[in-house]
């Protein structure tokens, strides 16, 4: 694997928004993401630019991770959300215990099966473990109840289901399966 996997620079949000329209325009976005190409591609520049700013080394609640080719560009990315009980709940069910929430995964075609997605996993679950007190006891994700794909990557990565779902957002005969792992005891 020939990527550097590392944490954007917040002056990198052109970067950042040319991958989250990438990830918006591929075949699963409907039941990945959130979110919608059109509905990004509106968002303005001051948007983009917090966004990067709050996910960079400079942040305090956020991280992305990229895998970065050779020649500069993007292959895929993933986002990692501190999460504290006292925090306002931002997607799923309110944090019962210190964690982080991995969202905003995406690798793009060419670089998928090629460790890229595993190298990005482990740099966010590395990064979680690593954050100061109070320590963060678990890391999870949701995944749509039809992205088996996803669903079978983060069951080999090592996350486990932990029986709670919730509705997606407008579309209450859908739901998001929760996956955690929980931090390794000493």
């Known amino acids: 694997m020939d990527y550097l996997i590392r944490v954007i620079r917040a002056d990198e949000w052109e970067k950042t928004r040319e991958i989250r329209l990438a990830a918006l325009q591929d075949p699963v976005a409907g039941i990945a993401f959130?979110?919608?190409h059109e509905a990004a591609a509106?968002?303005?520049d001051s948007f983009w630019q917090e966004r990067a700013e709050s996910?960079?080394?400079?942040g305090t609640s956020a991280r992305q991770f990229v895998a970065e080719a050779p020649d500069g560009s993007w292959a895929g990315t993933i986002s990692v959300l501190v999460e504290r009980p006292s925090d306002e709940v931002r997607f799923g069910e309110a944090a019962k215990v210190d964690q982080t929430h991995i969202v905003g995964v995406?690798?793009?075609p060419e670089a998928r099966g090629t460790g890229v997605t595993e190298a990005l996993f482990r740099a966010g679950v590395?990064?979680?473990w690593s954050l100061p007190e109070p320590a963060v006891r678990r890391v999870r994700l949701y995944v749509h109840e039809e992205n088996a794909r996803a669903a079978a990557f983060y069951r080999r990565f090592g996350f486990e289901a932990t029986g709670d779902r919730v509705a997606v957002p407008g579309d209450?005969?859908?739901h998001e399966l929760e996956y955690?792992?929980?931090?390794?005891t000493a």
């Open 180 to 184: 955690e792992i929980r931090r390794p």
């Open 42 to 44: 509106a968002r303005p």
């Open 126 to 128: 590395e990064w979680s």
């Open 55 to 58: 996910a960079s080394e400079s």
């Open 34 to 36: 959130l979110d919608t």
């Open 172 to 174: 209450d005969s859908a």
């Open 106 to 108: 995406y690798v793009r």
